[in-house]
C-alpha cells in the first residue's frame, strides 16, 4: 500500500462533526417555514380489506384541519398505477396492516393527529397471503393485480450483479420475479461428496430502525416551483418521484437533501411523492413526520426470507454442488430482492456445480426496501452455515476449509460474471494469524464462530465540480447526500488530488438546481464513484491552475508543483505563486484569465467487491438459551481507507447492526398477518450492554478505479455477523440454529433436537 499521501488515509475528524454534537444540525423537522401545513396519516388495521366507508365529518370539524383526503382527492399523475409512489392512498382495498388510507392536513401537527384519530374507516375483511409458503401455491389469492414497480431507481442503488440468470416460467401468481443460475451438473456434483448437508434457513423481516424517522416538507413558491426539503439517501431520485406524482417538469422540482439521522437502504422517496402532491394541491407548504408507531407499521423495512440449501464437499475438503431455492417475501409491492441472494450465496466460494433458484413473492404485509446489503446477511447465515456443518463433520479445520475453496479474482459468479480483483484470501490469511483465532480456547459452554462475506458493490455514473475561490480555496460540489460522513472522506480526496491542505477545501451537498449529477447513497458506491468524479474534478482544476501558473512564472506547467497551497517552479526556491495570486488573476477584476472550474466525471463499469471475515466468541447458557457475545473481530479488504477512523466506525455500525439481526430483531407480525405490537416495546434491538468490544482490522487491496484505490466499505459489515455468531453456538453446543433471531426460546428449541 503506497504510504506517500499527503491528505488521504489518514484519520481526520467529520467536517459536519461540531454541528452534529452541539444539536446546530438541522433535520426536516426543524424546518419553519410561513404557513406551513402539517400532514397525519390514516392507516389501515386489517392486512387485506375492502373500504366500504370513510367517515370524515368529526375530523374536519377539528379546529385548524383544512382538510382529509381519501385517494380519489390526492390529484397525482399517474394514480391509477399500483406502485406505491404513485398511488400511495389505498383505492377501494387494503393490502398490509398499516396501509394508508387518508391524509389529514392541519393547521398544527395536533389538531391533525386529533383529526386523523377521528377519521371512521369501515372495512369488509378479505383472505390474507400472510406467509411464504401460501404466497407461493398456485391457487392462493391475488395480493394484488395492477403492476407495482415503484418506477424508480431504487432496485439499482444497491449492489452491480446480473447477467447470466434464466427466467422461471409457470410462477405463482403473487410470485413476482424469479430467476435461476446453473453451472455443472449438480447431481453428479453430489454424487461424488462424501458428505452432504441439507438445510432449511429463515430470517425475519427487520426495520432499519435510523433514528429519524421518514420526514419530508413541501412548498410551492407562487411561481410555478416545487421545493422539496427531505431526509433522503438521493435527491434526484426524490425530485423524479415528486416531478411523476404532481405532473411538473423536473426541473420545476428542486429538492434539498437535509442532515440525515440514518437511512440505512430505507428513505427512497417513500412520502415525497405524497407530500409534493398535497402541497402542489393545496398551494401552501406541507410537512409529514412518522411517528415511530407509523415506521414499524407502514415503512418500507427488509424482506423476509427462506433459504433451503443442500451442499457436498469431498472428504479432502474440495466443493462439489450447491443447490438451493431462495424465497424472498416483498409484502405488498413487487421487489427485487431474492435473485441479488442468490449470486451472494453462491459467489464466495468455488462450486464447480450449481443451481440456484430465487424467487420474489408478493404478502399482505408493507412493501420492503433495502437494509445495509439488501439479502446478504440472509444468504451469508445459510451458506456459512453449511460451510460450517461441512467442516465439522470432515474433521477440517472451518478457516483452512474456508481458504481451500474461496473464490479468486476471475472466477465466475452464479450470473456467470467473473469476479475483478479481490481481496478475499487476503483477509482469510489475515484472520489464521490473528490471537482470537490462534488462541482460541474450548471452555465449556463457549465457542468461537467465524463467517466469511462479501458485497459485489454498486456502479452508477456521477460529476462533480470543482472551483477556485477568491480566498485560494477549493470548493467541491456534489450531487449526493452525505449519511456516513463522505464528505469528509470527498474533501481528503479533494486536498490529495489538487495539492492543497483538507483546510481550503469546502465541500457542498446543492440542491437538485445546482448540483452535479450524483445517484442515491446506497450500496457502498458513494466514494467509489462520486469520490472518483471528485479526485477527477480536483485533478482538472488543479491543472487549470497550472496553466496560468506556468504563463506567470513563464515556464512549462510540467516544471511545476504544488506543496500545501502553493504552486512553485521545481528546484528554484523562491520562484512560487499562492492559489489567491492564482485566483486573483482569473476572477478579479481587470483578469486575464478564465476562472478556474475543474469539472470531473466518472463512469466506471468495473465492480470493486469488499470481502470480509468475522469472528465471534460467545457463551450460551444451556438453561436459559441466552446467547452473550463476548469478542469480536471484524477483517475487511477496503482498498484504500481515505480516512481509517471513519472506515472504521461504519465497521462498528454495521456489525452491530448485524448483532441485532442474528440475537434481537424481528418485526412482530401474527400469523394472520397483522403486526403484534408497533412499538420499540415489542422490537428488541441491541445496545450498549450487550455489544461487545469490536476489533477491527483492515486489509487493502485497491481497487483499479475507486479514488487512490478505495473501495465501498459500508455494506460489507453487517453481513457475516449472524453466520458468525449462530456458528460460535455450533462450537458451542454442537447445535447450529437456522432461524434469526437466534432468541433463548429458539436456541432452547435448537438444543432439544440434540
Same mark, same amino acid.
Given at each position: 500500500?503506497?504510504?506517500?499521501?499527503?491528505?488521504?488515509?489518514?484519520?481526520?475528524?467529520?467536517?459536519?462533526?461540531?454541528?452534529?454534537?452541539?444539536?446546530?444540525?438541522?433535520?426536516?423537522?426543524?424546518?419553519?417555514?410561513?404557513?406551513?401545513?402539517?400532514?397525519?396519516?390514516?392507516?389501515?388495521?386489517?392486512?387485506?380489506?375492502?373500504?366500504?366507508?370513510?367517515?370524515?365529518?368529526?375530523?374536519?370539524?377539528?379546529?385548524?384541519?383544512?382538510?382529509?383526503?381519501?385517494?380519489?382527492?390526492?390529484?397525482?399523475?399517474?394514480?391509477?398505477?399500483?406502485?406505491?409512489?404513485?398511488?400511495?392512498?389505498?383505492?377501494?382495498?387494503?393490502?398490509?396492516?398499516?396501509?394508508?388510507?387518508?391524509?389529514?392536513?392541519?393547521?398544527?401537527?395536533?389538531?391533525?393527529?386529533?383529526?386523523?384519530?377521528?377519521?371512521?374507516?369501515?372495512?369488509?375483511?378479505?383472505?390474507?397471503?400472510?406467509?411464504?409458503?401460501?404466497?407461493?401455491?398456485?391457487?392462493?389469492?391475488?395480493?394484488?393485480?395492477?403492476?407495482?414497480?415503484?418506477?424508480?431507481?431504487?432496485?439499482?442503488?444497491?449492489?452491480?450483479?446480473?447477467?447470466?440468470?434464466?427466467?422461471?416460467?409457470?410462477?405463482?401468481?403473487?410470485?413476482?420475479?424469479?430467476?435461476?443460475?446453473?453451472?455443472?451438473?449438480?447431481?453428479?456434483?453430489?454424487?461424488?461428496?462424501?458428505?452432504?448437508?441439507?438445510?432449511?434457513?429463515?430470517?425475519?423481516?427487520?426495520?432499519?430502525?435510523?433514528?429519524?424517522?421518514?420526514?419530508?416538507?413541501?412548498?410551492?413558491?407562487?411561481?410555478?416551483?416545487?421545493?422539496?426539503?427531505?431526509?433522503?439517501?438521493?435527491?434526484?431520485?426524490?425530485?423524479?418521484?415528486?416531478?411523476?406524482?404532481?405532473?411538473?417538469?423536473?426541473?420545476?422540482?428542486?429538492?434539498?437533501?437535509?442532515?440525515?439521522?440514518?437511512?440505512?437502504?430505507?428513505?427512497?422517496?417513500?412520502?415525497?411523492?405524497?407530500?409534493?402532491?398535497?402541497?402542489?394541491?393545496?398551494?401552501?407548504?406541507?410537512?409529514?413526520?412518522?411517528?415511530?408507531?407509523?415506521?414499524?407499521?407502514?415503512?418500507?423495512?427488509?424482506?423476509?426470507?427462506?433459504?433451503?440449501?443442500?451442499?457436498?464437499?469431498?472428504?479432502?475438503?474440495?466443493?462439489?454442488?450447491?443447490?438451493?431455492?431462495?424465497?424472498?417475501?416483498?409484502?405488498?409491492?413487487?421487489?427485487?430482492?431474492?435473485?441479488?441472494?442468490?449470486?451472494?450465496?453462491?459467489?464466495?466460494?468455488?462450486?464447480?456445480?450449481?443451481?440456484?433458484?430465487?424467487?420474489?413473492?408478493?404478502?399482505?404485509?408493507?412493501?420492503?426496501?433495502?437494509?445495509?446489503?439488501?439479502?446478504?446477511?440472509?444468504?451469508?447465515?445459510?451458506?456459512?452455515?453449511?460451510?460450517?456443518?461441512?467442516?465439522?463433520?470432515?474433521?477440517?479445520?472451518?478457516?483452512?476449509?474456508?481458504?481451500?475453496?474461496?473464490?479468486?479474482?476471475?472466477?465466475?459468479?452464479?450470473?456467470?460474471?467473473?469476479?475483478?480483483?479481490?481481496?478475499?484470501?487476503?483477509?482469510?490469511?489475515?484472520?489464521?494469524?490473528?490471537?482470537?483465532?490462534?488462541?482460541?480456547?474450548?471452555?465449556?459452554?463457549?465457542?468461537?464462530?467465524?463467517?466469511?462475506?462479501?458485497?459485489?458493490?454498486?456502479?452508477?455514473?456521477?460529476?462533480?465540480?470543482?472551483?477556485?475561490?477568491?480566498?485560494?480555496?477549493?470548493?467541491?460540489?456534489?450531487?449526493?447526500?452525505?449519511?456516513?460522513?463522505?464528505?469528509?472522506?470527498?474533501?481528503?480526496?479533494?486536498?490529495?488530488?489538487?495539492?492543497?491542505?483538507?483546510?481550503?477545501?469546502?465541500?457542498?451537498?446543492?440542491?437538485?438546481?445546482?448540483?452535479?449529477?450524483?445517484?442515491?447513497?446506497?450500496?457502498?458506491?458513494?466514494?467509489?464513484?462520486?469520490?472518483?468524479?471528485?479526485?477527477?474534478?480536483?485533478?482538472?482544476?488543479?491543472? @487549470?491552475? %497550472?496553466? +496560468? =501558473?506556468?504563463? /506567470?512564472?513563464?515556464?512549462?506547467? !510540467? &516544471?511545476?508543483?504544488? $506543496?500545501?497551497?502553493?504552486?512553485?517552479?521545481?528546484?528554484?526556491?523562491?520562484?512560487?505563486?499562492?492559489?489567491?495570486?492564482?485566483?486573483?488573476?482569473?476572477?478579479?477584476?481587470?483578469?486575464?484569465?478564465?476562472?478556474?472550474?475543474?469539472?470531473?466525471?466518472?463512469?466506471?463499469?468495473?465492480?470493486?467487491?469488499?470481502?470480509?471475515?468475522?469472528?465471534?466468541?460467545?457463551?450460551?447458557?444451556?438453561?436459559?438459551?441466552?446467547?452473550?457475545?463476548?469478542?469480536?473481530?471484524?477483517?475487511?479488504?477496503?482498498?484504500?481507507?481515505?480516512?481509517?477512523?471513519?472506515?472504521?466506525?461504519?465497521?462498528?455500525?454495521?456489525?452491530? @447492526?448485524? %448483532?441485532? +439481526? =442474528?440475537?434481537? /430483531?424481528?418485526?412482530?407480525?401474527? !400469523? &394472520?398477518?397483522?403486526? $403484534?405490537?408497533?412499538?420499540?416495546?415489542?422490537?428488541?434491538?441491541?445496545?450498549?450492554?450487550?455489544?461487545?468490544?469490536?476489533?477491527?482490522?483492515?486489509?487493502?487491496?485497491?481497487?483499479?478505479?475507486?479514488?487512490?484505490?478505495?473501495?465501498?466499505?459500508?455494506?460489507?459489515?453487517?453481513?457475516?455477523?449472524?453466520?458468525?455468531?449462530?456458528?460460535?453456538?455450533?462450537?458451542?453446543?454442537?447445535?447450529?440454529?437456522?432461524?434469526?433471531?437466534?432468541?433463548?426460546?429458539?436456541?432452547?428449541?435448537?438444543?432439544?433436537?440434540?
Amino acid at each position: 500500500m503506497v504510504t506517500t499521501f499527503s491528505t488521504v488515509h489518514k484519520s481526520v475528524p467529520r467536517v459536519d462533526g461540531e454541528r452534529k454534537v452541539t444539536g446546530a444540525a438541522k433535520y426536516t423537522a426543524d424546518l419553519q417555514l410561513p404557513g406551513l401545513l402539517h400532514a397525519r396519516l390514516v392507516l389501515s388495521t386489517y392486512p387485506h380489506a375492502r373500504i366500504t366507508s370513510i367517515v370524515r365529518d368529526a375530523a374536519e370539524q377539528v379546529p385548524g384541519v383544512v382538510g382529509v383526503y381519501t385517494a380519489g382527492d390526492v390529484e397525482m399523475n399517474g394514480r391509477d398505477n399500483g406502485s406505491r409512489n404513485r398511488r400511495p392512498l389505498a383505492k377501494d382495498i387494503v393490502r398490509f396492516d398499516g396501509h394508508w388510507v387518508a391524509v389529514v392536513v392541519a393547521e398544527t401537527e395536533a389538531a391533525a393527529q386529533d383529526a386523523a384519530d377521528l377519521v371512521e374507516v369501515e372495512y369488509e375483511e378479505l383472505p390474507v397471503v400472510a406467509d411464504m409458503d401460501l404466497a407461493m401455491q398456485h391457487d392462493s389469492p391475488r395480493v394484488i393485480l395492477e403492476d407495482t414497480s415503484s418506477g424508480d431507481d431504487e432496485a439499482f442503488a444497491h449492489a452491480s450483479v446480473g447477467g447470466g440468470a434464466e427466467a422461471v416460467e409457470n410462477l405463482p401468481p403473487n410470485v413476482t420475479n424469479a430467476k435461476r443460475y446453473r453451472r455443472g451438473n449438480i447431481e453428479a456434483g453430489f454424487a461424488e461428496a462424501d458428505v452432504v448437508i441439507e438445510r432449511t434457513y429463515r430470517t425475519s423481516w427487520v426495520h432499519q430502525l435510523h433514528l429519524e424517522p421518514q420526514s419530508s416538507t413541501a412548498a410551492p413558491d407562487g411561481a410555478g416551483n416545487l421545493t422539496v426539503w427531505t431526509s433522503t439517501q438521493g435527491a434526484f431520485s426524490v425530485r423524479n418521484s415528486v416531478a411523476t406524482s404532481t405532473g411538473l417538469p423536473q426541473h420545476r422540482v428542486n429538492v434539498i437533501s437535509m442532515e440525515v439521522g440514518g437511512a440505512f437502504g430505507a428513505k427512497y422517496a417513500l412520502i415525497d411523492p405524497l407530500v409534493g402532491a398535497l402541497a402542489w394541491q393545496l398551494q401552501r407548504p406541507v410537512t409529514l413526520v412518522y411517528s415511530r408507531g407509523d415506521e414499524m407499521r407502514s415503512a418500507n423495512p427488509a424482506p423476509a426470507f427462506e433459504v433451503q440449501v443442500s451442499t457436498g464437499a469431498k472428504k479432502d475438503g474440495t466443493l462439489t454442488s450447491l443447490k438451493a431455492r431462495i424465497v424472498a417475501d416483498n409484502g405488498a409491492y413487487s421487489a427485487e430482492s431474492a435473485g441479488l441472494a442468490g449470486v451472494l450465496l453462491g459467489g464466495s466460494y468455488r462450486w464447480p456445480n450449481l443451481e440456484i433458484t430465487a424467487y420474489d413473492v408478493m404478502s399482505h404485509k408493507t412493501g420492503s426496501s433495502a437494509y445495509r446489503a439488501p439479502g446478504a446477511p440472509q444468504a451469508a447465515f445459510a451458506i456459512e452455515g453449511q460451510m460450517a456443518e461441512m467442516a465439522r463433520a470432515l474433521d477440517l479445520d472451518p478457516l483452512e476449509f474456508r481458504i481451500k475453496n474461496t473464490v479468486e479474482t476471475g472466477d465466475p459468479l452464479p450470473d456467470g460474471e467473473p469476479l475483478p480483483l479481490i481481496g478475499g484470501r487476503q483477509v482469510l490469511e489475515k484472520l489464521a494469524e490473528h490471537p482470537l483465532w490462534t488462541n482460541r480456547s474450548n471452555k465449556p459452554g463457549e465457542g468461537v464462530g467465524i463467517s466469511y462475506a462479501w458485497w459485489p458493490g454498486a456502479m452508477q455514473p456521477a460529476n462533480s465540480s470543482c472551483r477556485l475561490d477568491d480566498d485560494g480555496s477549493i470548493t467541491v460540489l456534489v450531487g449526493s447526500t452525505d449519511i456516513s460522513g463522505s464528505n469528509t472522506s470527498m474533501a481528503q480526496i479533494a486536498a490529495e488530488a489538487f495539492g492543497v491542505p483538507m483546510s481550503m477545501v469546502n465541500i457542498r451537498t446543492v440542491d437538485t438546481n445546482a448540483a452535479p449529477f450524483a445517484g442515491p447513497s446506497g450500496g457502498s458506491k458513494t466514494i467509489y464513484t462520486t469520490g472518483a468524479a471528485v479526485a477527477s474534478a480536483a485533478r482538472d482544476a488543479r491543472r @487549470q491552475a %497550472l496553466e +496560468i =501558473a506556468a504563463q /506567470e512564472l513563464e515556464v512549462a506547467p !510540467e &516544471d511545476l508543483e504544488v $506543496v500545501d497551497g502553493t504552486v512553485s517552479v521545481k528546484g528554484v526556491p523562491g520562484r512560487t505563486l499562492s492559489m489567491r495570486d492564482i485566483a486573483s488573476k482569473s476572477i478579479g477584476w481587470g483578469g486575464s484569465y478564465e476562472p478556474v472550474l475543474g469539472r470531473g466525471g466518472s463512469s466506471i463499469s468495473t465492480a470493486a467487491p469488499g470481502f470480509t471475515i468475522h469472528l465471534a466468541r460467545v457463551s450460551v447458557d444451556e438453561e436459559t438459551g441466552k446467547v452473550d457475545v463476548l469478542d469480536y473481530l471484524a477483517i475487511q479488504d477496503v482498498g484504500c481507507a481515505i480516512n481509517p477512523a471513519e472506515v472504521e466506525g461504519q465497521i462498528h455500525g454495521g456489525v452491530t @447492526q448485524g %448483532l441485532g +439481526i =442474528a440475537l434481537y /430483531e424481528a418485526i412482530p407480525y401474527g !400469523e &394472520d398477518g397483522r403486526l $403484534v405490537g408497533s412499538s420499540l416495546m415489542d422490537y428488541a434491538l441491541p445496545t450498549t450492554g450487550n455489544v461487545p468490544v469490536i476489533q477491527t482490522l483492515l486489509v487493502e487491496v485497491p481497487s483499479a478505479d475507486g479514488p487512490f484505490g478505495a473501495k465501498g466499505v459500508g455494506e460489507p459489515p453487517i453481513i457475516p455477523g449472524a453466520g458468525a455468531i449462530a456458528n460460535a453456538i455450533l462450537d458451542a453446543t454442537g447445535v447450529r440454529p437456522v432461524s434469526i433471531p437466534m432468541t433463548p426460546p429458539r436456541v432452547l428449541e435448537a438444543l432439544k433436537q440434540r
